[in-house]
């Protein structure tokens, strides 16, 4: 059965097809390595910025190193670190007691809501039901 797992994986995909074809054209496989790098920068980035908030923001890291992978050979060690310390930061933080869990919980939230105050939501949402508070302004407005 080991010997069919061998042999399965040595066929030619239809992607190692695809590589191979833009492989043979260097110039439309420069072109296809930016567009590579630029997608997987923009999904990094968007990452990044949604790391503090609720949601996937780890997940969209990890998405745009792995769209990086695909091509860059410092994209698929940063991934392998980054993997690592995710999971050794998240296993610690299982391992301590609920004090420094709740640590922790209020210094995210404190960051969501001081950037979404910078950001200038407060205000906004505050125009839309008629609350014109000066404290909900984001000092980047005043």
């Known amino acids: 059965m080991t010997a069919d797992l061998e042999t399965s994986s040595d066929d030619p995909t239809r992607w190692r097809a695809f590589r191979a074809g833009l492989e043979r054209r260097p110039k439309l496989y420069l072109v296809y390595r930016i567009v590579v790098a630029v997608v997987g920068v923009a999904v990094l980035a968007v990452g990044v910025l949604a790391i ?15 769209i990086l992978a695909t091509e860059f050979a410092w994209a698929r ?13 998240m296993d610690w933080y299982r391992r301590q007691g609920r004090p420094v869990q ?31 508070w000066e404290w909900l302004r984001s000092p980047l407005q005043r």
Not at 52 to 66: D, H, K, M, S, T
Not at 77 to 89: E, F, T
């Open 52 to 66: 503090p908030y609720p949601g996937p923001g780890w997940a969209i890291v990890f998405a745009g190193l792995g």
């Open 77 to 89: 060690s940063a991934l392998a670190w980054l993997r690592d310390r995710y999971r050794q930061l």
């Open 102 to 132: 709740a640590v922790g919980a209020i210094g995210t939230a404190a960051l969501v809501v001081a950037t979404l105050w910078i950001l200038g939501t407060f205000g906004l949402v505050g125009s839309w039901i008629g609350v014109e």
